[in-house]
């Protein structure tokens, strides 16, 4: 191994290669401490040359590497595994400047994406994904999950925003596609192969990226409803807005658990509905009253300004108030809209028969029928629990990751999921690119 650090310094310099306990402890473990492992170093390559000599130098010595960016993923794949040395993308972070014309950026894959936000608004302009872990996650992990986020309904995931990207293979060779031509059919996308590929294929070491309007007049809605199934019947009424920029759904513990950890009221009782939908709409012209008019049948509350900034902290603390009590079984599932209902029940069904005194916590982005299941406290009901959830959200049409990827912690499902020949489709892909299996192995793969 000391050959190895020897050689990894000499790519990058002593600075970059961190093999202090100390200095490697944040990088070994996952935002939810449920995935931890060791690496010999911690490397920080600052460019694509760097990152080529840091594979080529692992390659040689046969020690694999685990990308990391934010290390907020929630399914263990930014996390070092047996002895693998950790590629940290912390210093990709410069920003081109933003092409109006084009409504386009370059970011290195260290770029966080609030960053990348304040950076296209200087511009007037706007990065459409966004999510709670904005201040910590990267462009290049977001780009490697598909990240997904809150306006998804308005702008797609990550993929609709990539143009083009860097990336180094495994062999050293570097792909360059950073032009942002809107069209070209010169093949298949390399680019669109590495979205979502979870580090396995290639380290993306910048990214072209779509921008959008950024819309200064907003306004939200709380809207209480007696179930999922009337919050999901709010839906064909609420595609009709021109400014619909996120439709959350919070399932009543969600908002009580979010407000109690930042030591709020709830805007409304969370006992006092089966659901609560959380409407934003952004544009250039105040939506406030299109939104009002549409929702005047409903019960709950509207909020501008300070108001709707509140709405929005309480939904971006889901997450952060469930990780303050305790390390969830958490599963990020998706399924046809009108099926949402039956997999709640389903999971609160099993949770009276298998763990009563477990902790359901759901919350989720409505529109696309992406829930966000937390289950505290399942103790040994944990794995049949697992089963459950995700078989349930299979056999009704629907995915086992909507947003976080598969990790370490869904790979035996992926073949359920997709079917024999899909996942030696992405075996053959992944030989094929990677035939040492130098990259991020465990990740996305059964048996990797
Ligand atoms: C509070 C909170 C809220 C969240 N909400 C959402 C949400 O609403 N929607 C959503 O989609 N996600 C959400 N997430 C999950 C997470 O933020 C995303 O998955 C994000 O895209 C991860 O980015 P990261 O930079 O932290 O990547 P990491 O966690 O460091 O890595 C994620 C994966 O990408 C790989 N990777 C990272 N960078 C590179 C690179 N440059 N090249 C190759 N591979 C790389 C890693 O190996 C790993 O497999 C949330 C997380 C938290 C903590």
Redesign the pocket.
Known sequence: MSTLVAALRSVVGDDHVLTDSDLRATYET??LRQWTGTTPCVVRPGTAEEVAGVLRACAAEGVAV?????????VG??VPRRGAVLLS?QR?TELGEVDARAMQVTAG?GVTIEQLQRHARAAELDFAVD???RA???V??????N????RVVRFGTMRAQVMGLQ?VLADGSVITQLGGLPKETAGPSITNLLVGS??TL????AARLKLVPWYRHTAAALVACDSLVHAVGLLPKLRQLPSLDAVEVLLPEALQAACKHLGMKPPIDPASAGAFVLVDCAAHRDPTDELAGLLSSERGILAVGAQREQLFTIR?HV??AI?ALGVPLKLDIAVPVLNLDRVVRAIRGSLRELAPNARLIVFG?LAEGNLHVNILDAGDAADALRHLVLTTAIDLGGTISA???I?VAKTEWLERLKGPAHVAALRAIKHALDPAGLL?PG?LLPGD
């Open positions: 996952d935002w685990v990308p990391q960016g934010g290390n907020t993923g929630l794949g930014s993308t990709f894959a999510w709670g872990a910590t996650a990267t290049g992990g977001a780009v490697n999950t990240a997904g986020g809150s990336a979870e580090g290639a380290i993306v070491t971006d997450t952060i990780g982005h947003e976080h990827g990790g991020n990740v």
